[in-house]
């Protein structure tokens, strides 16, 4: 299986900071690589596709870029209403695997 | 628009079994792949299983191959998880999703259900 490690697993950040997340898979993926939302008590959303390609509606705030083994999301203005849980997850093979998480704050 | 509605959650001894519905509109079902997701309570998301759109390649996670089965109805809109010898750790929050789509790669978790709970306890 995949390995998908994430971080960090937290981070605090005030509104309109540039925020940085990296998932690290363990054996390159190409491209396969999504970004999902998930705020507290809801359902995960699916942000961005393909490594960088944002799925309709999103904001053009988050980001995504990366290939191979390292892939980067990025918030480039935080604002209050992106505190969530985010995952990676890969689709280069199956099973499907998710990184662990980053739990995002406003500081 | 995309709607997909998550039943047949609730409690369970360990042993036993439950089965979980799907039904999805707003969409054509018959041309999408379709996944199991699970998350445990206050953990990360789990990928349990999924079905191509005609219903002939199925994959599982390992930790529920053999007891867990997934199928599709494509006239009746629905998917189902028959989830047999049920244990603890299969406690989670269960989540259909539908695949982005027939032209893009399987594995784009686009469209997710609401969820439904999973209890296993004695």
């Known amino acids: 299986d995949i390995q998908m490690t994430q971080s960090p697993s937290s981070l605090s950040a005030s509104v309109g900071d540039r925020v940085t997340i990296t998932c690290q898979a363990s054996q390159a993926i190409s491209k396969f690589l999504n970004w999902y939302q998930q705020k507290s008590g809801k359902v995960p959303k699916l942000l961005i596709y393909?490594?960088?390609n944002l799925d309709t509606g999103v904001p053009s705030r988050f980001s995504g870029s990366g290939s191979g083994t390292d892939f980067t999301f990025t918030i480039s203005s935080l604002q209050p209403e992106d505190i969530a849980t985010y995952y990676c997850q890969q689709y280069d093979d199956l099973p499907l695997t998710f990184g662990g998480g980053t739990r995002v704050e406003i500081k | 628009q995309v709607q997909l509605v998550e039943s047949g959650g609730g409690v369970v001894q360990p042993g036993r079994s439950l089965r979980l519905s799907c039904a999805v509109s707003g969409f054509t079902f018959s041309n999408y792949g379709m996944h199991w997701v699970r998350q445990a309570p206050g953990k990360g998301l789990e990928w349990v299983t999924v079905m191509s759109y005609d219903g002939n390649n199925l994959y599982y996670a390992d930790s529920v191959k053999g007891r867990f089965t997934i199928s599709r109805d494509n006239s009746k809109s629905t998917l189902y998880l028959q989830m047999d010898n049920l244990r603890a750790e299969d406690t989670a929050v269960y989540y259909c999703?539908?695949?982005?789509?027939?032209?893009?790669?399987?594995?784009?978790?686009?469209?997710w259900g609401q969820g439904t709970l999973v209890t296993v306890s004695s």
């Open positions: 999703a539908k695949d982005r789509g027939i032209s893009a790669r399987p594995g784009t978790l686009h469209h």
């Open positions: 393909d490594a960088s």
